[in-house]
Nanobody, 117 residues
């Protein structure tokens, strides 16, 4: 079992910045990729950014150049730095961790990011 707890969401004006954090606990030794998805009402959850255990990063086209994902292995934490925020970035952001041992994908409870225009 892996527990993921997000923090850092909130309200920000368009053009502003916000940083999200996600701390993993539990059976973390086998966590491979970690990252972030987001979801708005009536839409499917979409990938925002991911980072593998080897450090490879992948971003959705819509956030490339504006968002940066990073991972602190010592702190079992993944971060998402969001710059130049747009109203369309408003969503609930979910942290996830892919477990290489049991094959499960674990999710955080989600955190709301609201960008006002």
């Amino acid at each position: 079992q892996v527990q993921l707890v997000e923090s850092g969401g909130g309200l920000v004006q368009a053009g502003g910045s916000l940083s999200l954090s996600c701390v993993a606990s539990g059976s973390i030794l086998w966590i491979n990729a970690m990252g972030w998805y987001r979801q708005t009402p009536g839409k499917q959850r979409e990938l925002v950014a991911t980072v593998t255990s080897g450090g490879s990063k992948n971003y959705a086209d819509s956030v490339k150049g504006r968002f940066t994902i990073s991972r602190d292995y010592a702190k079992n934490t993944v971060y998402l730095q969001m710059n130049s925020l747009k109203s369309e970035d408003t969503a609930v952001y979910y942290c996830y961790g892919a477990h290489g041992g049991d094959g499960m994908v674990y999710w955080g409870a989600g955190i709301l990011v609201t960008v006002s225009s």
